[in-house]
């Protein structure tokens, strides 16, 4: 049980930690308004969540 909070509580401090980063400190970052970054704010998380697995995927078939 204890592990299970933990991991939610380290969640929610990651979290925490993230927005209060996007709130000051991300409107003094000059990023030129464009569809290209656009583009890569809305699929790179995606894209990097689909090749962290697919690295895990074959790893974890490789050591079997």
């Not at 996007?22 to 969540?49: D, H, Q, R």
Request: aromatic share 10%.
């Amino acid at each position: 049980m204890d592990n299970k909070l933990g991991f939610i509580l380290k969640v929610l401090l990651l979290s925490a930690i993230v927005s209060v980063l996007i709130k000051y400190v991300g409107p003094s970052l000059s990023i030129p308004l464009s569809v290209t970054n656009t583009l890569i704010a809305v699929f790179f998380p995606s894209i990097a969540i689909a090749l962290i697995f697919l690295w895990r995927g074959t790893r974890s078939y490789s050591e079997q």
